[in-house]
């Protein structure tokens, strides 16, 4: 689970484990990763963590090779919950900002995914989970690599699928609408006539909490979605269908 430290990921963490799985938390901050596998083993999970700048593609492979390590040599859900958002108009967005969103919300997810499609084609079983946005289906104003990386998830899950599908892994991501997270965090403040217009554009007329995504995790997760593989779930509060 990359991104399991806090926001999203820890849910989805949370969630996994409260359905009984093992679990190996990838992050960049370690006192957060401490503290979130400490939270996770006192709800009695087996909650492991590495500690890593996913931003460095040189560093991927043996972050993943600690991490199977540490899970005992078995992969059965990888979850790509990782990510980081810069906004910036596009006319002035910085060549550095566009290269670090880039590689930590696409490059290592590809990678992360290969690695672990080869453990799991190995086995024969696993679920890549993806965690893609509302930026995959439409571009959004002042985020241009979010949406660039996020429409990319979107795509690569598709085509992971279409290679995996048949030898028993399936590759799906999860696109959450507004969540309140620290990522999203500032916007309330920074921008209360945005935050409000969101507000009211969910007919669920709210912002999602992380728990939010725990179903449908779990569900990615599970057997009851062997036939599901290339899917893109929204969980929005109904925001595309608006
Ligand atoms: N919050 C939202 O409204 C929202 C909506 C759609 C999609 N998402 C996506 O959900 C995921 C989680 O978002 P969140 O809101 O929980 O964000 P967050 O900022 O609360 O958490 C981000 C996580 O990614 C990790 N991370 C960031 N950069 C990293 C790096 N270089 N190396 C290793 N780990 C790194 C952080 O350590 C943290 O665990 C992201 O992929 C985000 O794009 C969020």
């Excluded at 399991?4 to 938390?25: C, I, Q």
């Excluded at 979130?36 to 043996?62: F, I, P, R, S, T």
């Excluded at 995914?113 to 024969?124: K, P, V």
């Excluded at 965690?131 to 959004?140: E, I, L, R």
């Amino acid at each position: 689970m990359t991104g399991g430290s806090r926001g999203l990921g820890y849910a989805m963490a949370e969630g996994l484990h409260e359905a009984g799985a093992e679990v190996a938390l990838i992050a960049s901050n370690e006192n957060n990763l401490k503290k979130a596998a400490e939270k996770l083993g006192a709800q009695g999970a087996k909650a492991h963590y590495v500690a890593a700048d996913l931003g460095q593609a040189e560093a991927l492979e043996d972050v993943y090779e600690k991490a199977l390590e540490l899970l005992g040599g078995r992969l059965d859900i990888l979850v790509n919950g990782a990510g980081v958002q810069y906004r910036c108009k596009a006319e002035n967005f910085p060549k550095d900002r566009w290269q670090a969103v880039l590689d930590i919300n696409l490059n290592a997810v590809f990678t992360l995914s290969q690695l672990a499609g080869r453990t799991m084609l190995a086995q024969g079983s696993g679920k890549i989970i993806n965690v893609a946005s509302m930026t995959s289906f439409f571009g959004s104003e002042m985020i241009p690599a979010y949406a660039a990386s996020k429409g990319g998830v979107m795509q690569l899950t598709k085509a992971l699928s279409n290679e995996w599908a048949a030898r028993g892994v399936n590759v799906n991501a999860i696109a959450p609408g507004y969540m309140a997270t620290e990522l999203t965090g500032d916007m309330k403040e920074k921008n209360p006539g945005q935050y409000e217009e969101i507000t009211n554009r969910i007919p669920a007329h709210r912002w999602g909490k992380p728990e939010d995504l725990k179903g449908t995790v779990i569900f990615l997760a599970s057997r009851a979605s062997d036939y599901v593989s290339g899917a893109i779930i929204p969980v929005d509060g109904g925001y595309l269908g608006k």
